[in-house]
Every structure is written in C-alpha cells, then in structure tokens.
C-alpha cells in the first residue's frame, strides 16, 4: 500500500505542496488534528510564519503529537518556515515559539533579510536533483548556523553575499531547505522526499 503524505494545514503555503505532492503520484491528506496525523506515514510542514504555525500547533494539540510522531521515526519535510519548525534549536525565537524538532541543527530566521529582499538562486544539490540545477526560492528565508554531526547538508547558496550559507540539509529521514520549491514547477524535491518516505516505510 502507497504511503500517505501528511502537509500541515494550520497555516501557510500547504495548497502549494499538496498540488506538488499531487502532480507526482503521492497520496496526500491535510492534517489539522491528531486523528488527521494519525493517518500519515509522513509529514510536510510549509512555509508560511513559523511564528503563527507554533501558536496554531499548540491551539489544534497537534505540537506534541507531531513531535512524538518525528521522535519515533515518522520522515517528515519543512520548507522555509518548515525548516523553522523542524529545527532542534531556533537561535531567534519570537516570545514563546516553539518548534517540533527532529534536526540537529540550529537556525536563524529572516536570516537572508526581510520580504524586499526576496530572490531566486540557481543551487547544485546532487542527491536531490543530480547534474542539473535547481532554481530555489527565497522569501524571508532562514538559514542553518550550525549543523550536527549526523546532518547531512544537501546545498549551499552558491555566490554572493551570502555564498556558502547552509540552505537544504538532511537527518534520519528528516530534511528541510530554506527555500520554496512547492512554490516553482520543479518538483525535484519532493519527488526525493517521497522517496525518503517509501524507503522508510
């Protein structure tokens, strides 16, 4: 039986990413509560404000719920504030946020500037998209600070200012990137964490 893919549906951009999830083949479902988590092999958890998505985690009871779920081996996926929300350690955090954890990782949000300084960036991530490019999203993004040593790190930003700045990394069937592909037609991401998934199942 195909797994199904869970995309948080509290906040954000989770349209986009269960239209991407779609478009390649994978069986997906909204999860708002417990019982909606319960139904998941895996989970993917937007962009959007990371600071709203830990307020609503809390209000729908799914924070622990999703945490545990992660904790015991559940692959799960964030993308932009998704890579907030799955970060061991938020160095910045709004009063109060919190995270669902399952990455060694410590990271910054806003960390590449404010909306107005939003851009796209041509990125080399060999497992996720082999030889070819992959053009990423950036839209007040965060970055990766500090990595474990069990976490894998799938790219980097290439050239400018910010030239080497961690932006996709991986963990015991847990990634994140900073950047947005659930908003581009390139689905090469997801298609590498479904992967994930069915070789976790």
């Not at 195909?2 to 909204?30: C, N, Y």
């Not at 719920?65 to 910045?92: K, N, Q, V």
Request: hydrophobic share 45%; charged share 20%; aromatic share 6%.
């Amino acid at each position: 039986m195909a797994p199904t893919i869970g995309v948080l549906a509290l906040q954000g951009d989770f349209r986009e990413h269960i239209h991407a999830l779609t478009v390649i083949g994978e069986q997906t479902l909204m999860v708002r509560t417990p019982a909606d988590l319960a139904r998941v092999d895996a989970l993917v958890v937007p962009g959007g404000e990371s600071t709203a998505i830990s307020k609503l985690a809390v209000a729908f009871d799914v924070l622990e719920p999703i945490r545990e779920r992660i904790e015991a081996g559940m692959p799960a996926y964030g993308s932009c504030a998704g890579m907030i929300m799955l970060a061991d350690t938020i160095l910045d955090p709004r009063s109060g946020q919190v995270s669902f954890g399952g990455l060694d990782v410590s990271v910054r949000r806003n960390a590449f500037g404010r909306q107005v300084d939003s851009f796209e960036a041509v990125l080399h991530a060999p497992k996720i998209s082999g030889d070819r490019e992959l053009t990423a999203v950036f839209i007040r993004a965060p970055w990766v600070e500090e990595c474990g040593s069990d976490v894998e790190v799938l790219a980097r930003v290439e050239s400018g200012p910010n030239a080497g700045a961690v932006v996709a990394v991986a963990q015991n069937g847990v990634m994140a990137t900073s950047f947005h592909p659930e908003l581009t037609s390139d689905h090469r991401v997801h298609s590498y964490f479904a992967q994930l998934v069915k070789e976790r199942a």
